[in-house]
């Protein structure tokens, strides 16, 4: 086990839903024959963290940080290049198909795109039904009920069942993905980017069903977006993530009220406020250039060409986590002095 | 400062194969020279077919069916194609939401910006080039000297739209219209994207429309605002009056359904019920009745007229009526704006 693990020594194995240990996921751009001239995207490097039964976690970052592929990689949409993932104590890393059977049951995801994630020649029936059977949880009349009821659970109606993707709205196909996912019951839910494709007044009913649903059903989310203010409302715990690495990990309103890491500093200020009065009192750090490539990174600190903190020692040496306050961690070489702490 | 722009009472359909589909159904406002005005609403509310509307750029099966936009004293809706063209890109110019695909994959950025300064100035063409590489230089794009040789793939996307912002800016348009400039950047790009539009306002005094969905873009940005909703005018006002003095059941629920980043509070989300309308069979009354919370038997049958709050701050609901019953939150007996 890493040393930096995010306080998980504090808690209890029984607690735990999902363990990631120093994940990797790289994908090989071109499959040259020489290999000097091969390349390699490092979409994660070497990410941990934890989530608690019951618990929200927010992964947030820009595009291109590897928070979705951390999500994919997590359900085995990918296969891991290293590291570990534990899943209710179970090492499922290298388990074949067959074998992650049981555990896609209680792992399930629910998509961005409402549009592009259902299949168009399936009705919802065909669609909510299909993890049904393959779990061969529910048959004949009880299954056609289940169905209803998790259309009603999701805020459709009965006769909704009988009909095709493309009758519905976004909010409403994002409810039928909602469904899906919900319809083997669950334990860990993996939501990526599940609200961004819709309206501001959408956005707002599916994140509060989210929010019921967890309360009823005792759901456990890990929670992929990178719209700040809506992570923040929704999960307990957030990490941000930069270029593959976790750069802060802490208990939500921590990372608003006493961010750490530059780059998270940055984040926060970057967001637009819906409120003109604090927008025009406030003065915003504006980070210079774009996101660095994922294409053989190199060492360092991945955020320091960005940084306005940077020095020598965060082009060569990649900061390790450390612990700064209770729960709060964060992998920056100059944190305290940036933020005067003694 | 002088007015720029008068849209009055604007009508734009789409008669597609399966009906007619009422994208705006009757848009007036009007902007002042130095203006930064948002129009904000969700998708299918009309934001981007008014923007386009402006500048004529509605294509088939599309028209405008009724009104006027009266840019600088000329009716734009009379104007024949060629007068149109020669309007487009000089005086008023636009940027578009997606940075990935409006620029034209196959020709360098040189080509790309030489094209517009070429056909709007009387310029040659190696002055061209060197106002380009300025403009570049502008909106901060490094070494524009060799970039300008590059193709649009071999920029970033937060790059590719300052080259936009570069190529509308270049001819010294006196609008400008942005449809969601910065909604398919990351937010620090996002911040950058702002900041610079900010900046080259005052530097040049441009008039600028921005379309978006966000209201914290909004908030940033802008100095009067029109809100959208099933094609229709909800409320309009100064940035202060519609986000401290919100007059509108549904500017509220847009408020309401945004979480609000001000720490420690985790308050529970209050979405508006409901979807937004099918504008192929628009309701018949206020567009935003079947989702109101405050809808009265009024809101059902006739759409509100504009009810004056101020000089500047208008609203379309029944509620503002002196006859309407009183609700907290609702100024009443404003003066029908006619």
């Known amino acids: 086990m890493t040393e930096n693990n995010f306080g998980r020594n504090d808690v209890k194995d029984k607690d735990i839903m999902l363990e990631v240990i120093g994940l990797k996921k790289y994908f090989n751009v071109n499959n040259s024959l020489r290999k000097s001239k091969r390349k390699i995207v490092t979409a994660v490097d070497g990410l941990n963290f934890f989530i608690k039964k019951g618990e929200t976690f927010g992964l947030v970052g820009e595009s291109g940080c590897g928070k979705s592929t951390t999500g994919r990689t997590i359900i085995k949409l990918y296969e891991p290049t290293g590291g570990q993932i534990i899943f209710d104590g179970n090492d499922i890393t290298h388990l074949s198909g067959k074998e992650m059977l049981p555990y896609r049951k209680k792992m399930q995801m629910i998509f961005q795109d409402p549009y592009a994630s259902l299949n168009g020649r399936m009705t919802v029936t065909d669609i909510i039904g299909e993890g049904i059977d393959t779990h061969r949880l529910y048959l004949g009349k009880e299954r056609q009920e289940r169905i209803y009821d998790l259309l009603h659970t999701v805020g459709l109606k009965s006769e909704h069942a009988n009909r095709y993707p493309h009758e519905f709205s976004g909010g409403q196909r994002q409810r039928i993905g909602i469904a899906r996912a919900l319809a083997v019951e669950p334990e860990l839910v993996i939501c990526d980017e599940p609200i961004s494709a819709l309206d501001v007044s959408i956005q707002a009913q599916v994140v509060n069903m989210l929010d019921d649903l967890q309360d009823k059903m005792g759901l456990t989310y890990l929670f992929i977006a990178h719209d700040l203010s809506m992570v923040k409302h929704i999960s307990d715990r957030i990490g941000v993530m930069y270029l593959g690495k976790m750069m802060e990990v802490c208990p939500s309103d921590e990372l608003y009220d006493n961010p750490l890491h530059p780059y998270t500093q940055a984040l926060l200020s970057a967001i637009p406020v819906p409120d003109p009065k604090l927008t025009r009192s406030q003065k915003r750090i504006i980070l210079e250039g774009d996101v660095k490539s994922p294409i053989n990174p190199g060492e360092g600190c991945r955020f320091s060409s960005r940084c306005r903190y940077c020095k020598d020692i965060c082009k060569e040496v990649t900061p390790e986590i450390e612990e700064a306050n209770h729960g709060h961690y964060i992998a920056c070489h100059r944190y305290k002095e940036i933020n005067g702490i003694v | ?338």
Request: hydrophobic fraction near 40%.
């Open chain 2, 1 to 338: 400062m002088g007015k720029i722009l008068e849209v009055n009472n604007l009508k734009t359909s789409f008669f597609t194969h399966l009906g007619e589909v009422q994208a705006v159904r009757g848009s007036s406002f009007s902007m002042n020279e130095g203006d930064i005005l948002g129009i904000v609403g969700e998708s299918g509310s009309g934001k981007s077919v008014t923007a386009m509307s402006i500048i004529n750029l509605i294509e088939d099966p599309g028209k405008i069916k009724e009104g006027s936009v009266i840019f600088n004293g000329k009716d734009l809706t009379k104007l024949t194609e060629s007068e149109l063209t020669e309007i487009r890109g000089s005086e008023i110019a636009m940027i578009f939401q997606d940075p990935m695909t409006s620029l034209n994959p196959v020709f360098t950025i040189k080509n790309l910006m030489t094209e517009v300064i070429l056909r709007h100035t009387d310029m040659s063409k190696k002055e061209a080039i060197a106002h380009a590489i300025k403009m570049l230089d502008l909106v901060g794009i490094p070494h524009p000297e060799t970039r300008i040789n590059a193709y649009p793939h071999q920029f970033s996307g937060g790059m590719r739209q300052r080259v936009m912002i570069a190529t509308a800016l270049s001819c010294d348009p006196k609008l400008l219209i942005a449809d969601e400039p910065t909604t398919a950047l990351d937010v620090t790009i996002q911040a950058q994207i702002l900041e610079l539009l900010l900046k080259l306002k005052d530097e040049t005094n441009t008039s600028i429309i921005i379309i978006t969905h966000d209201l914290g873009v909004i908030a940033e940005v802008c100095t009067d605002i029109i809100v959208m909703y099933g094609g229709m005018m909800m409320e309009k006002g100064t940035v202060d009056e519609i986000f401290y003095e919100p007059n509108h059941p549904y500017t509220n629920g847009l408020h309401n359904s945004v979480p609000h980043i001000v720490s420690g509070k985790r308050d529970r989300l209050i979405p508006i019920k409901g979807s937004p309308p099918d504008l192929m069979k628009p309701p018949t009354g206020c567009p935003f009745s079947p989702r109101c919370p405050h809808a009265m038997q009024i809101c059902l049958e006739e759409a509100a007229p504009m009810f004056k709050l101020s000089d500047t701050h208008t609203s379309a609901c029944w509620l503002l009526h002196e006859d309407a019953p009183q609700v907290k939150g609702y100024t009443k007996g404003g003066k029908q704006d006619d």
